[in-house]
């Protein structure tokens, strides 16, 4: 080795690998930025008293900056994703207008003739350490705010901008936290991955990372301690590893497989129109894709002749924390339908709650929110807000392709009073002479224990049924799906998970209600065939799991799969299911189709 060359790499820094858990899979090799990581610690200064004056300037300065950066993003974000998406940033509009709070602080510089940077943050300091401390969600949310709108004020204080997504193209970001808000403009502003210190790889925000495709790692412990703004960053999606300055050799082994990893999706969502969506033997199964937010794979979704078997709607709220208008729900609701006519689309009114809590609604304090006030237990009680959704889910179901999803239904009153109220919006739609579909059809989620050992009395009343693994498995094993702790425990074969999911299935079959699998179930290679061999026919999973799903279906024979759920039905633990699925899996369809 040249002394030139050994120079060259003793220079290069260590590369480190810090663990977290997959939040979305895929690759993203990229240097990174640090997005709004809050308040740094800054200098007590004193200042003259002739100073004040352009001390509290320079703040008001800095206001009306960090003001106008938050409306560009927001008119960014208009432009790419809609104002429902744009909305988002209005809270922090709101923040930097309280006058109250600038006066405080003007006040204090001027009293205490202290720098206005220091001032600045100690005052934001304090009304953030008493949010922090409540447990109210709606108060939690609003920390959040006024940390990110603080570290732009910040950032101009200290004559050092605070990073934009916007202006990030090709970079990997790493923050605290990212809103769900935040996912969608990543997406949309060509960032290639992220990573966050916080948060668990079933939250809300790593499905939608994952319908978006976006290579994630959360819950990295020391992220932004270690990793220096700028340095070249590989988020590893498929092993829950974030490695900072890679190592040439790390380096290449990771771009060979990114290469084939992007060749592979792109190829496949574009040819998916070619695929059969049967078994080896013939049986028809149907293809459905779970979607958040309009984005570009839809075109190659409905071209593809795939319908959509969960849109979660509640994301609309999400990303504004706003309901949005009668009016725009039925525009975003029409132009979905049109998209994917003449398959299915099957919207779920917002299901609310649990770890997507509503500020304006969810003030008061659930112990235990997963089991508290969420779904349809949220629709029943506010029937403003579920009028209006289903007014304009009946105002687009003009292409007859919508289909209504009620969210954790547990009773069959429930879904009963549910019905009452959808008739009677279509009672006031007929007397506004307003078109709709007469037969939407009205299904539920089967995600409560006692929804699935009830099914069969519950398809009296039910038009079909979409078993949601992710709730069903934390309600029967009693596991929170968000806790890390104890996440080893969450197991989509437990044998007592698969007989609810059984029992659902059958309960269909015996009364000619279709029955969908939603949950990330649907997307694991290995439950494939078990489910297959239970009856299921319809699968609902994440748009990049869509081509690998066909391909493993028409690689399966129905009896196979039927022997095989057999033998699954004599064993007791989830370990030994595994193992079975697993050997059989790999020797009837191969090592190739295992990955998911
Ligand atoms: C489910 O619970 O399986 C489901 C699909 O719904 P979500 O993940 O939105 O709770
Ligand atoms: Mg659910």
């Known amino acids: 080795m040249t002394s030139a060359a050994a120079r060259t790499k003793s220079s290069h820094p260590r590369e480190i690998r810090l663990r977290g858990a997959i939040a979305s899979p895929g690759i993203a090799i990229a240097r990174c930025f640090k997005h709004d990581v809050g308040i740094r610690i800054v200098e007590k200064r004193k200042i003259s008293a002739d100073a004040v004056e352009g ?3 320079r703040l008001r300065d800095a206001m009306l900056s960090a003001r106008e950066e938050i409306r560009q993003i927001q008119f960014e974000a208009d432009r790419v994703v809609g104002d429902a998406m744009a909305k988002i940033f209005e809270a922090q509009l709101m923040i930097l207008d309280d006058e109250t709070f600038i006066n405080s602080v003007a006040v204090e510089i001027a009293r205490q003739k202290l720098n206005a940077e220091f001032v600045y943050q100690r005052q934001i300091q304090r009304n953030l350490k008493s949010l922090r401390k409540s447990n109210d969600s709606y108060l939690k949310e609003m920390a959040n705010d006024i940390n990110a709108t603080a570290a732009k004020v910040f950032g ?4 050092r901008h605070s990073n934009k997504l916007v202006n ?3 970079k990997i970001a790493l923050a605290e936290e990212f809103s769900p808000g935040e996912i969608v403009l990543i997406n949309k502003y060509g960032i290639p991955g992220y990573a966050t210190q916080v948060g668990g790889s079933t939250s809300h925000m790593a499905l939608i990372a994952k319908s978006l495709s976006i290579p994630a790692v959360v819950g990295v412990s020391g992220l932004l301690e270690r990793c220096p703004d700028g340095a070249t960053v590989i988020v590893d999606g498929n092993r829950g590893e974030v490695i900072v300055h890679p190592s040439e050799e790390t380096l ?3 771009k060979a497989e990114r290469r084939k990893r992007r060749s592979y999706l792109s190829k496949e969502l574009q040819g998916l129109g070619k695929l059969e969506h049967t078994t080896k033997d013939g049986t028809e199964v149907e293809i459905l894709a779970n979607l958040e937010i309009p984005t570009d794979v839809d075109q190659s979704l409905a071209s593809g002749n ?3 078997g969960l849109y979660r709607t509640e994301f609309f709220y999400l990303a504004s924390m706003k309901f949005p208008s009668e009016a725009d729900q039925t525009r975003i609701y029409s132009e979905i339908a049109r998209t994917f006519f003449p398959n299915p689309v099957t919207m779920r009114t917002f299901d609310l709650g649990s770890d997507k809590t509503t500020g304006e609604y969810h003030q008061i304090d659930e112990d235990n929110p997963a089991m508290g006030w969420r779904g349809i237990r949220f629709h029943l009680d506010l029937p403003r807000v579920f009028r209006t959704q289903i007014k304009a889910l009946l105002r687009a179901s003009e292409f007859r392709n919508i289909r209504i999803m009620l969210p954790m239904v547990s009773s069959p009153s429930e879904l009963a009073k549910a019905r009452r109220i ?5 009672r006031e739609l007929k007397a506004e002479k307003i078109k709709y579909d007469p037969d939407i059809e009205v299904g539920i989620m089967v995600e409560v224990p006692a929804t699935a050992i009830m099914a069969e009395s519950l398809a009296r009343h039910a038009d079909f049924f979409s078993v949601g693994t992710n709730d069903l498995i934390q309600y029967a094993l009693a596991v929170d799906r968000g806790n890390k702790k104890v996440a080893k425990l969450y197991r ?8 609810l999911v059984d029992m659902t299935i059958k309960a269909g079959i015996k009364t000619g209600t279709p029955v969908s699998l939603c949950g990330e179930m649907a997307g694991k290679s290995l439950s494939v065939p078990l489910l297959l061999g239970m009856g299921l026919r319809s699968f609902s999973v994440t748009p990049p799991r869509v081509p690998s799903l066909i391909k493993i279906i028409n690689r399966l024979d129905i009896s196979a799969c039927e022997e095989l759920t057999a033998r699954v039905s004599e064993l007791a633990t989830a370990e ?3 193992a079975l699925l697993l050997d059989w899996f790999t020797r009837n369809v191969g090592e190739k189709y295992l990955e998911g």
């Open 168 to 170: 990030n193209k090709n």
């Open 252 to 254: 290449s082994e990771y």
């Open 55 to 57: 001390e509290i300037q």
């Open 422 to 426: 959808i008739n009677s919006v279509k």
């Open 576 to 578: 030994k299911i595994e």
């Open 306 to 308: 795939i319908g959509v």
């Open 492 to 499: 989509e074969y437990h044998p007592g998970v698969l007989r």
């Open 156 to 159: 101009f204080l200290v004559g």
